[in-house]
Nanobody, 114 residues
Framework: VQLQASGGGLVQAGGSLRLSCAAS????????MGWYRQAPGKQRTLVAS???????NYADSVKGRFTISRPNAENTVYLQMNSLKPEDTAVYFC?????????WGQGTLVTVSS
């Protein structure tokens, strides 16, 4: 099983981007999917997650600006990022609990210019 992330890029402050992450392989269960980010010189931190039977969770810094979704409980999770700020610049990583295993996708770079 693997995760494939896409959608990063360069955007001006105030702009929007949408990240996608698709899970593939033989998948019996997806308990949670989410996004983390890591800025240069900083630790990787949770941005948003969506958990089966629980709902969504967001970092305080992105509440009201970012929306995580997983339409129809499919194998793809999206992160809609609006009102982007320079401090959102980071490598964004997709993460998921697939078949009760913790799986990471490759990172996708988001750069927000001021």
């Amino acid at each position: 099983v693997q995760l494939q992330a896409s959608g990063g890029g360069l955007v001006q402050a105030g702009g929007s981007l949408r990240l996608s992450c698709a899970a593939s392989g033989i998948i019996f269960s997806i308990n949670a999917m989410g996004w983390y980010r890591q800025a240069p010189g900083k630790q990787r931190t949770l941005v948003a997650s969506i958990t089966r039977g629980v709902g969504t969770n967001y970092a305080d810094s992105v509440k009201g600006r970012f929306t995580i979704s997983r339409p129809n409980a499919e194998n793809t999770v999206y992160l809609q990022m609006n009102s982007l700020k320079p401090e959102d610049t980071a490598v964004y990583f997709c993460n998921a609990d697939l078949n009760d295993s913790d799986v990471w996708g490759q990172g996708t770079l988001v750069t927000v210019s001021s």
